[in-house]
């Protein structure tokens, strides 16, 4: 038997707009190229994609399930520019057959830097989820799928309002280096950690079968790659083939696979369509599509997955390179994160001392702030050889990474000016 474990990853970030040294505009964000990306991406990807998901969904009579992460930052241009599109996953969630996965909601890489926004973000995230899907999330995707030991242990770590563990278990890159001579078609537990949310299972892990999933999400129209064209029936049997290795195969990739990454023309959405049957007939009876909630019920762990150092989703070293690797991206996350706790206890103070004016300007600095946190913004800044730097091309908005950074530091420093001002103007009587 092998169960197909679906996930798709949904985001776009509040990108910035070319800001100088001489900007005095409290206004950072490209509000009109934001919205025609994010109105592009829903035209070639979120709407037929997912509606196209619903149909699958009632057509296989909930045999055909999925699961999605989608961030805080893609809901709130959702809601702003395609709602259709948000009612739409509102219909997925009304099936039963669809799941939403935890995260942050600012796609941030913020558990490096502040457990503390971590925390925060985490629950803004669950409390947006539970609000437009009334679903509470009990597994969790760390941005990019970055993730460690340390990881494992404060996300097990983290409560319900009963007190109890609030996750299941995490997704996580599973990285050849890291299992060995071991499959990632089983499910994991890390070391060092206690009982998640299933009574009696301990806080558990699965991981993504990169060479099936990169099938798809990056092979799929290559006219030079040795299996094309991928049929439906081809990647049912390779599929099938996990029996004898496993039980899972954890299909993880962005949604923008769909549409986006590989076009329609590729026939792409076809393949999707015709897959389950092509699952299910490879071996009537055995193959089958689950959640990873399910998976999590379903399915001990077999073993340890042990990372001490951080991994991620992201080229091909599955390292944090793509966001830490020179020491532009350093310095400026470093810088950010500089920011968080003099802004925060001048938002705390505002509010204690009833000055509803301060608190109100300090609270749209706060908000920017958060928004800086976005992985993408160091994505762009990124100076890795090009076959790894293809993926921080999409939707780049910067000439070189330079300009990123430039641009990046330019907000910052209005930034701080406008925390400044806000903490040493009078007092509203």
């Known amino acids: ?40 991406v829903a035209d070639k990807c979120y709407r037929p994609a997912t509606k196209l998901i619903l149909d699958m969904v009632r057509a296989n009579q909930g045999n055909f399930r999925v699961s999605y992460a989608i961030t805080g930052t893609v809901l709130d241009q959702l809601e702003a520019w395609a709602p259709d599109v948000i009612d739409t996953f509102k219909a997925l969630a009304d099936t039963g057959c669809c799941e939403f996965i935890g995260e942050t909601y600012y796609h941030s890489l913020s558990f490096l830097y502040s457990r503390e926004e971590f925390r925060d973000q985490v629950n803004m995230h669950t409390q947006r989820i539970e609000d437009l899907f009334g679903h509470t999330p009990s597994v ?7 993730y460690n030991n340390d990881v494992a242990s404060f996300v097990s770590g983290i409560k319900d309002k009963d007190g109890k563990p609030r996750f299941k278990g995490m997704l996580c890159e599973g990285v050849d280096r890291i299992l060995g001579y071991r499959s990632p078609n089983f499910v994991y537990r890390p070391p060092n950690t ?6 009696g ?6 991981l993504k079968n990169y060479q099936l999933s990169d099938d798809i999400a990056f092979r799929f129209s290559n006219r030079g790659w040795e299996e094309w064209p991928l049929t439906t029936e081809k990647f049912a049997k390779w599929v099938h083939d996990i029996n004898g290795n496993g039980y899972l195969c ?13 076009w329609a023309d590729t026939g792409i959405f076809e393949f999707l369509e015709a897959l389950p049957k092509a699952i299910f007939d490879v071996a009537p009876g055995e193959n089958h599509f689950i959640t990873p909630s399910e998976a999590f019920e379903q399915f001990d762990p077999v073993g340890e997955y042990d990372v001490p150092h951080m991994i991620s989703w992201a080229d091909t070293e599955r390292d944090l390179s793509a966001w830490l690797g020179n020491s532009m991206q350093s310095n400026a996350l470093h810088e950010l994160f500089k920011l968080e706790h003099e802004l925060k206890d001048a938002v705390a103070e505002s509010k204690r001392a009833g000055d509803h004016r301060r608190s109100e300007t300090l ?6 702030w ?10 762009y800044m990124c100076t890795k050889y090009f076959a790894d730097g293809d993926v921080h091309k999409y939707f780049n908005p910067y000439d070189s990474p330079y300009d990123s950074y430039i641009n990046f530091m330019n907000v910052m420093d209005n930034l701080r000016v406008r925390l400044a001002k806000a903490k040493e103007a009078p007092v509203a009587v």
């Open 363 to 368: 609270s749209h600095v706060l908000d920017d």
């Open 370 to 379: 958060r928004r800086l946190t976005t992985s993408d913004h160091f994505y």
């Open 250 to 262: 954890n299909l993880f990739m962005d949604y923008e696979t769909l549409g986006e990454h590989q």
């Open 1 to 40: 038997m092998a169960s197909v474990c679906f996930y798709f990853q949904v985001h776009q970030p509040w990108r910035l707009r070319r800001y100088s040294v001489f900007d005095t505009e409290p206004f950072y964000f490209q509000t009109d190229a934001n919205k025609d990306i994010c109105l592009k």
């Open 201 to 206: 299972k301990p806080f558990s892990l699965l």
């Open 140 to 146: 969790f995707r760390n941005t990019e799928l970055t």
């Open 194 to 199: 206690g009982e998640g949310a299933i009574p």
